[in-house]
C-alpha cells in the first residue's frame, strides 16, 4: 500500500515540481537540470543548474477558538532551495536562477490549494571549496504558512 503523504510532505512536493517547471519551454530563462528532495552523500552533482528542496524549521501554534475549542493547527514551515550554478559567471547566473525561481513560486502562492500564503524570506550567494572543488550558487529561503486539522497533520 502507498504511504499517506500529509498537508507537510505534500507541500514540499509541490514545491519540488514547481521547481522542475524552470524550464525555457515554460516561459523561464534557464532550465533546471536536477531538483533533488534531500542530499544523498554521495551523489555528485554534474548537472547545473539544479535545486536541492531542504525542509528546514517549522513552528505551530493551535488558536483556541471563540467557543473556547481548539482550531486548525497553523503551521510555518521554512524551506531552503539551495541552488547550485557553474562557477564561471557564477554570480550572474545565481542571480538568473533566483528571478526564475522567485518568479516561479510568486506565480502559485497557495501551492495548489494546501497554503494559506508562501512568503519569500531572503537570499544568501554561496562559495563553497570541498574535496568535489567549487561549489556555487545561491540559497533561496522561503516560508510556507499552512494549516491543518485540529487532531490530524493528513488533513485540511
Not at 61 to 86: D, F, I, M, N
Request: with cysteine; aromatic share 4%.
Amino acid at each position: 500500500a502507498a504511504m499517506p503523504d500529509s498537508i507537510r510532505e505534500r507541500i514540499a512536493q509541490n514545491i519540488a515540481s514547481t521547481m522542475e517547471g524552470i524550464r525555457m519551454v515554460n516561459g523561464f530563462d534557464v532550465d533546471v537540470q536536477r531538483v533533488l528532495r534531500a542530499r544523498v552523500p554521495g551523489v555528485k552533482v554534474q548537472e547545473f543548474p539544479t535545486i536541492l528542496v531542504v525542509e528546514r524549521s517549522e513552528t505551530k501554534e493551535q488558536p483556541s477558538t471563540p467557543g473556547g475549542l481548539l482550531g486548525k493547527w497553523s503551521c510555518a514551515l521554512t524551506v531552503a532551495l539551495v541552488c547550485g550554478v557553474r562557477n564561471d559567471e557564477m554570480a550572474r547566473e545565481a542571480n538568473l536562477l533566483l528571478a526564475n525561481v522567485e518568479k516561479a513560486l510568486l506565480a502559485e502562492l497557495p501551492r495548489g490549494g494546501l497554503a494559506v500564503l508562501t512568503d519569500l524570506v531572503g537570499n544568501e550567494i554561496f562559495v563553497t571549496e570541498d574535496l568535489e572543488g567549487t561549489k556555487a550558487g545561491i540559497t533561496v529561503v522561503i516560508e510556507v504558512r499552512y494549516r491543518h486539522a485540529d487532531q490530524d497533520p493528513f488533513v485540511p
